[in-house]
């Protein structure tokens, strides 16, 4: 079973890529192996990143979309979007946080850095919205919150097309969680840049940003689940679309 996202690392070649991750056959039928067979192998640490990420960045993405309490505004200071603080705090914060040292534990740097990063990242997002730090309050000026927030948001949207790049010969799947991940840091970030100077639209903007993180969030689910379809459980297959510009395609 090989990782969705990111191809091995450089010092882990690829036959022992492969055995790390694929899980012997077991021919008995316990009750110690009826949901997976014994194995003293490596786990794939990328399915459970994945999902950690996925499915925080759907909810929050519905959030920022105007989902959640009627008529409320997912920029407010009172909002949908905080109570998915606890999610991102632990599944998109710590679940990916321990991913990316599982990652570091089989030398896949890429994978390490991608989901320590993005569990970094959902973490610092919590930490804005829990209310108890009144961190919006100690700006004193909504114009000097926003702006900050879009400043935050806007690295984002670099490191996501870095990521983006060196992930070029993973596999089509992968490529558009980085796309649409990149434009959703983009939108909310305009979205706050504008949000004094331009409210209505800095809403409809925010919204578009929503949208297009329900769509990344599908996407890593779906990258996801195409990881954790083992061979020896389900004979089911997810197939990610591999790039034409793949070592596999280049004669």
Not at 44 to 69: D, E, I, M, R
Not at 114 to 130: D, E, F, N, V
Not at 167 to 187: D, E, G, H, M, Q
Request: glycine share 10%; with cysteine.
């Amino acid at each position: 079973m090989s990782n969705p996202l990111v191809q091995p690392s450089a010092k882990v070649p690829q036959t022992e890529w492969s055995s790390l991750y694929e899980q012997p056959e077991s021919k008995s039928s316990t009750a110690s192996n009826v949901l997976l067979p014994p194995s003293s192998k490596l786990a794939n640490p990328s399915p459970l990143g994945l999902f950690g990420f996925a499915v925080t960045s759907f909810v929050v993405g519905l959030y920022n979309c105007g989902a959640g309490l009627p008529g409320s505004n997912p920029r407010g200071s009172v909002g949908p979007d905080q109570a998915a603080f606890g999610l991102a705090l632990f599944m998109g914060g710590m679940i990916q946080i321990i991913v990316g040292i599982m990652e570091f534990r089989v030398g896949n740097t890429l994978g390490t850095t991608i989901h320590s990063s993005y569990g970094a990242y959902w973490m610092a997002y919590a930490m804005l919205k829990i209310p108890g730090l009144h961190i919006q309050e100690a700006y004193g000026d909504e114009r000097a919150y926003t702006f900050a927030l879009g400043i935050f948001l806007i690295i984002w949207v670099l490191l996501t097309i870095v990521f983006m790049i060196a992930s070029l010969r993973s596999n089509v799947c992968a490529l558009l969680v980085f796309v649409f991940l990149a434009l959703t840091y983009l939108f909310l970030a305009i979205a706050n840049f504008i949000a004094t100077s331009h409210p209505k639209q800095s809403v409809q903007v925010n919204k578009a940003g929503g949208a297009s993180g329900v769509i990344c969030g599908m996407l890593a689910f779906y990258c996801a689940a195409s990881g954790l379809m083992s061979p020896e459980m389900t004979p089911v297959r997810l197939p990610l679309g591999p790039v034409p510009w793949s070592k596999e395609h280049i004669v």
